[in-house]
């Protein structure tokens, strides 16, 4: 992944300009004073209020994507350009060009298609300007109300070209489009309109809210465009190409503002991660990932806090507080669910209008069952353990939530109740005497096939009852319980809820365990990789020496797969977020994470690349070889922040060996250096992949002659039959992590 970082000071990233808020809604701050010049300028901006620092610009580019980040007081935008290369594969990759922004979660999406018809001939790229960065801001307050603000660049095309599809408005609606079946919806697209404006054709939607309007241009040095009804058709050249909108924006936070003051030099140290965190931090929230998840998503913030939390800021306006806040504010309040996924902006218009509501009131996705397991986890972290958390928690449980409706005059201190009561009432059948059965485990909620990360079609094999959410979150987040009531915070029986922990730590890890012979082990891998579409894949059977231990994905799964047997990466909740002390599980736990850890796909989960998450090998059924792929989102691929859950969940248990009561498996020299070893084979392999960490998964390609892995973004591969493509993210909250988690050289 190639990276050009063009700030013209490093360290004066700061975003911060005076804002105001009108009605629970932020808006721009007043327009200039009549002595402010008001023509606009080449880019479509008005002159306003100027910046009191230097504009952020960024570009990060994994081919066939180049992305662009520019940021300053007044807005964020991000910029991917898709052009095909020599070597893509024209069926998934062809000329376009979004624009996301993370207000409203919005943005734009134009698609290209070579005049001459012939695919793979028409290639775009953006031209730098005078400033070094190919993009420039639009800022227009000269209207009233919100400010419109975009983007200008200019657009080369090597060939003439014709403007095939445009979306305006929000990004879910241009997701439904990229990974859905290319749906279009008619009150979106006939909302558009186009119009010819001087040398050039300018496109323009009204939001559903009736008062937003996205606006994109496209213009050159003559009146070479051509504007047929709804047909746009550019020659060859160069063109100003503009995108703007005049929706509420949130308030960012700074690289020196998202980091904690004895984490600053991250920002010099590693200038594109800070940059791209500060572009995904706000005051009110921390937002997903760019460009596809620009907006709140409760798990990703709260695993990426808990993996980010010594270098994050704390305090009232701090990172963590942003984070735990966000959640606070939209836990349903009937039953104590955490939000997996807001709906803003235009697309929770559209919804709302589905269910026959003429409403602007955002959404919540509640249908995940891991999110709410972090919450607990996460405040105990900061109210506890992080003294100036300490010091805020009557502060800020004592805020009232003003997001959602439904949670107006509630403290974020009930509504941290409230979702604890949801945990504790539901683990306590499984932990009451006797009853540590299969139906008392955590299931998905009804009718859905998804409810914790591996949130693809997929992605558990249709399991029902993961591994992740029983073994580790559950007990995890009732020993977080326990500490909160002893403190005060929550009001449980602290007895209790350790009792319940306890039953958890001790009795789910045995339903999900799975044991093969090694001379079976052995078998399937070789048949594994006869049947593979990699040509050439060596099976590394010689290097199974035991019985291969594992623990499936799911309980109940399709196809009569009453556990899902591939091994995976999920075992990194249990050693980050756990310490357990029933000694002969733990031993056999860490021992056989070690194995699947260091051995080489497929009989484990290392390849050059990096950590698969997902290994079907072992799998007796063909179901599973067809099912978890290099295409697809949870196949076999690497997930950055996989990678830095699994590297601090071993070092931290590797670290219990140096502590009074250092756990059996320190005192066993064959399974304390299995682990060792595996530690520092995964280290080795992050350190050879650094370039790519800050993505959201990648997959490989298969160099038979040389046996080597070889990176190819995940989006450059065509989906598996049947399910829609789905790119990565060049940047991802939780995939930012390694600027907290490092190496510890002590354990080499």
Known sequence: MDSRHFDVDPIATSRRCIRRCSNDHLVYPPSPSPSSPGTPTSSGSVPGP?????ATTLELDSLPYRNYFYSDCHSASQVVVTSPEPNSNLTVIGPRIIVAWPGGNSGIIVYFKPEDGVNGTLGINLVNSTSSSPLSPIYNDSEGG???????TQVEFNASAVLSVAILGSIRTIRDFVEGPSLLRDEIQGALNYSSVDNGVEISRIWLDNITTTTISLSGQDQSIRLDNTTVTLPAGTYTFNASYNYPQLTALSAEEVLSPSSADLITQSPDQTTSLSFLSYT?????????????????????ALLLEPVLSTGEGGALEAVIAGVLERVNMTDGSVCHEETIGDYATWLNLQNNITSTAP??????IDTDYFLPVLMEHYFLQNTEGSSRTSDFLAKISTIFPENANLT???????SANKIVTTSAPFAAPGNQTVDNLIHLKPNEIVGEWRDSTYGLGGGKIP??????????????IAKLATAGILDFNTTLVDEYAQVWEDSTLEFFEISIPVETARQRVEKYTSSSETEGLVSQSSTIDSDVVFYGLALDGNNDLSNVAVMNTDTCFHLFMLNTTNQTQLTSFVNATANSIRRRFPAGLMTDVGMLVANPAYGENPIYAANWTTNAYHGTVVWSWQLAMMAKGLELQLSRCSSDAAPDFCGDESVHGNVKTAYNALWDVIDANADNLSTEVWSWTYDAANDKFDYIDLGGLPP???????????????SLTFLAVKRDEGLR
């Open 720 to 734: 598996p039959a049947g399910v829609s493509p789905t790119e990565s993210n060049i940047v991802q909250l939780w």
């Open 146 to 152: 919100n400010a419109t603000v975009g983007i200008s």
């Open 412 to 418: 974020y201190g009930e509504l941290a109740q409230i």
């Open 363 to 368: 959404l919540c996705d509640y249908k995940m």
């Open 284 to 304: 009110t929230k921390l937002t997903a990932g760019a460009w596809r998840f620009l907006t709140y998503f409760g798990r990703d913030s709260m695993i990426a």
């Open 50 to 54: 100027t910046c009191s620092t230097e």
């Open 467 to 480: 591994f992740d959410v029983n073994a580790a979150l559950v007990p995890a987040a009732l020993r977080s």
